[in-house]
């Protein structure tokens, strides 16, 4: 009777013609070039180098949120194409089918919750993924073009997101994507509410809003369009970036740190692929514990008669409509989302700094990651008040105050130079004027020479403005709050765009030095504008209603 | 921990997590009930195969107990195309669906085993259930296939399930005849108590009605979105509070109305009256209260009739059972003037016959003190509360007839009213101009009755 012999097997299984056909290479004796082979000779694994260096590796290192991320969207592809064997996208039957994958389809509701849930996270990881970078300064040259391709994915996942939020057709999902929207009809020339935009032609019947909604109010075509845009066309661009993504990433080298002394570069099989491997897997079952654990949100069927209240953007983009309180649509939806996708495609090339590629270096580059995260705080703190502490008809109610409660309508508006504004003369007064003060602020930091002492010059500041505050509430125009977010928010602004851009970028040429103080500036106009709105009810600083241009 | 074991730990759990989830799915909320009626079905079999003296019918019987029990498991739906509906309601009301219980009877006692009461009944028998649905008449959420959702008693499903009398409303739906109709007897009560009561003289049905407030054809399909939460949230119904809009479905336009008719309106809908959030005062819903003529009994009826007044539904014509033309009764002299006085509603402000003007918030009224400027704000309140519209015995014997019709035919303008408080809100509902509404006809009559019944004092004047 021949034993059992469990080795003898393995090789008889793995020498089979079967075997062998199928998967290429002889006996694994788990040499060098094994490893190697199992790279090159596999076409899922052969994006990968063969050997990568032990540091890019490491989770403290990388966060693994690149890889997440694509895990994500691998999580995102399956569960989409699993669904759309469920659904239609007309405005007769979408909401029903939603309701039969949440009450009848076997398995429907864990689908539905994963995808959502997978595209929340998705939209999470890849912010994290792009922080990491560049705090380990891994956008600067050779990868300043990769940081390009990941400017865009980081937008393009937005959008991802954005067009699956109207398919479910209810409540949420409409108003939301209404929100959405209407920011294109802002679109400086091209949007029919734009400044400039009447004068070229632009009508709510031929203007990019309207190609976006493929007519005048979200309806059956948008869902279409977004259904296709969802479904088809994005994920394919998405695709297409991603492998360009990839191939760079291996092409550019791994990793930017520096080489250490006999630092030798270790196989990625398996170091690499059991790593992406094991935090796929746990990407995996994150999602899915959460979608068994909380079900996504469905309201009511989508009525276009019917205004929600508050109505609000998908969270993301609540940062975008907060913005709407301070800001025209044009700037809020249009300009400022602009500046920021184009501003981070620029980091590279405005970003001189040699020091702190491929490590965490907050000391050598204290400009750049001070300004990076500041961004990124004001983004998620807008989000934050947009999502948590807006109520009915947009008031601000604290997170313990019932939206069952009324709130007194908001104090009148009024704006500092325009037709009916304190300094009438917009033309004449207010351009040349804050013009004036821009410039200033733009060359100041640079033409002064010498470095300023940062403690002088922040008291300095503050001590003028505490004077201003005083000297306000004494004559009764501001109290002490007003008094404070005066302090507060214009502190802020000189610290962050005058202080710091003195003291660390007045070196740069003037080309590099230039764009990134209206990077800069465009920031801190946020904050500004935010204390100017909130704490003095100013509505416009300047007003020119005859071409729709407020600022 | 090795790589090797992390990979066997993750697909471990992998594996489990899915296993969750399915089980999560295979043990739907839907799946005990139905088993549960198969079992009890079965039971019935085989106790009547006990009973059964005939072996062969006693085996056939065991065999149909067998085959009960063994019935698959699945999501029953009656889809009623011409309504639109998909109603999964059979699925759990086992004992409802034709096609598993053909006799549609069953000796359960219990929901959702039982069968559906007076199935033999014509009121059953003219609505088929295959034709009809679940929720065509009784509301709901026919997809949803667990437990609250499938009544309706979740959030963003504004049509719960309709409970007790008010189920009469899904008559006033398709049957223009519904006031002749057996079984919706409350429904035409409370149309005859919106009328006696004026209500009509407000708000507008069918065409016909006053435009002072809002119309009422649609008022079923009202959406919550326009009711606001803080307004909801004052609702007392029998004297408590609603629960939270969150954790139950008592937040329904039944209960909203039901609201309007037990509580004081101006509580309900208080707004600003003080200005306190506004720049301008906004006076409380100028609806009267109506909780000294109406019992709980009769304003339950009128939410049955209002809670058929839909547009949303797309019932098809052939559904409709059109009413008997609008007649007016044979009348005429007063009799036929009290009666026009009742028709166009005028009963809403001046009360029925006319016997006392209704509350209008800051206007003039009976009782009330001085003006103070420095009262406070309750104080104030109470006396804004006491406006009243005017009581017509005691107005009409200053009026002659012809003077009486022209101020019929032109109205009182807003601008007009007298406020008590005159920082206070304009007094709401004013008497709005009749002309090209009334005919010449009915106001000669009116005006006659409603001077026979002007107040005549002792010396004869």
Partial sequence: MPTLDLETIKKEIIDSQLWRSVFRGGVWKDTPRDRAGHIIGNVWLHLHPVKARPRALEWAYTWGMGGISFALYLLLTITGVVLMFYYRPTIGLAYRDIKDLEFAVTLGMFLRNAHRWAAQAMVVSVIAHMVRVFLTGAYKKPREFNWGIGVLLLTLTLFLSFTGYLLPWDQLAIWAVTVGTNMAGATPVLGNEGPLGALVGMRINNDVRFTLLGGTMVGENTLLRFYVMHCVAVPLVVGILLILHFWRIRKDSFSAAPYQANEEKIDVWPHLVKKEYFGAAMTTVFIMVWSILQNAPLEAIANPNVTTNPSKAPWYFVGLQELLVYFDPWIAGVVMPGLIIVGLIAIPYIDTNPKGIGYYAWKERPFANTLFMLGVVMWFALIYIGYALRGPNYAWYWPWESWYMLKAAPPPTWSVFGPTGVGKFSMFLGIPLIGAASAAWLLLPKLIQKELDGLKTMGAFLGVIALFAVGGMAMGKMGPIEGAFLLFFTGASFYFGFVLPQRHIRTLDWARYLTTMVLVISTMSVLLKMCARLAFNIKYVLTIPSISMNI | ?461
């Fill in chain 2, 1 to 461: 921990m090795s790589y090797r074991k992390a990979f066997i730990v993750s697909n471990a759990l992998l594996l489990g997590v899915f296993i969750w989830a399915f089980a999560k799915d295979f043990l739907a909320p839907w799946r005990p009930y139905q088993a549960k009626y198969y079992e009890m079905a079965g039971e019935v079999l085989d106790k009547q195969a006990a009973s059964e003296k005939d072996p062969k019918k006693a085996a056939d019987l065991k065999a149909a107990a067998y085959k009960v029990r063994h019935s698959p498991m699945e999501i029953k739906q009656i889809i009623v195309g011409d309504l639109g509906r998909f109603d999964r309601c059979v699925t759990c009301h086992v004992g409802m669906d034709e096609y598993t219980n053909p006799t549609l009877k069953n000796g359960f006692k219990e929901n959702p085993y039982k069968s559906h009461p007076k199935v033999d009944e014509a009121l059953v028998k003219a609505h088929p259930f295959t034709k009809f649905g679940c929720t065509g008449c009784h509301s709901g959420q026919g997809l949803a296939t667990s437990v609250e959702a499938a009544h309706g008693w979740v959030k963003h499903w504004e049509k719960p399930m309709l409970k007790g009398v008010h189920i009469q409303g899904s008559c006033v739906k398709c049957h223009g005849n519904f006031e002749t109709l057996k079984g919706a007897e409350t429904a035409a009560k409370g149309k005859k108590l919106f009328n006696q009561h004026g209500c009509q003289g407000c708000h507008m049905i069918s065409g016909f009605g006053g435009t002072t407030s809002v119309a009422l054809d649609d008022i079923a399909d009202k959406p919550f979105e326009r009711i606001a939460g803080y307004n909801f949230k004052r609702v007392r119904i029998d004297g408590k509070e609603l629960p939270d809009e969150h954790h139950d479905s008592h937040w329904n336009i039944q209960n909203w109305i039901l609201g309007h008719l037990t509580n004081d309106p101006a509580e309900v809908t208080p707004n600003d009256p003080f200005a306190h959030l506004n720049a301008e005062p906004i006076p409380p819903s100028g609806m009267p209260d109506f909780r000294s003529e109406l019992s709980r009994e009769d304003a339950d009826a009128i939410v049955a009739y209002l809670s058929g007044q839909t547009k949303e539904e797309q019932i098809p014509y052939r559904y409709h059972v059109p009413g008997p033309p609008a007649k007016d009764p044979a009348l005429s002299g007063l009799a036929h003037g009290r009666y026009v006085f009742q028709k166009y509603g005028c009963a809403g402000c001046h009360g029925i016959d006319a016997k006392l003007g209704r509350r209008r918030i800051n206007a003039m009224g009976p009782g009330q003190e001085e003006y103070d400027e420095k009262m406070p704000e309750a104080q104030l309140f109470a006396n804004m509360n006491k406006g009243a519209e005017p009581t017509l015995p005691d107005l009409m014997g200053t009026y002659k007839a012809a003077e009486l019709i022209t101020k019929i035919e032109n109205g009182v303008p807003a601008a007009d009213a007298k406020k008590w408080n005159p920082k206070g809100p304009l007094p709401m509902v004013t008497m709005p101009a009749w002309k090209g509404k009334i005919s010449k006809h009915e106001l000669d009559d009116l005006a006659a009755w409603l001077l026979s019944i002007a107040k005549k004092d002792d010396s004869g004047f």
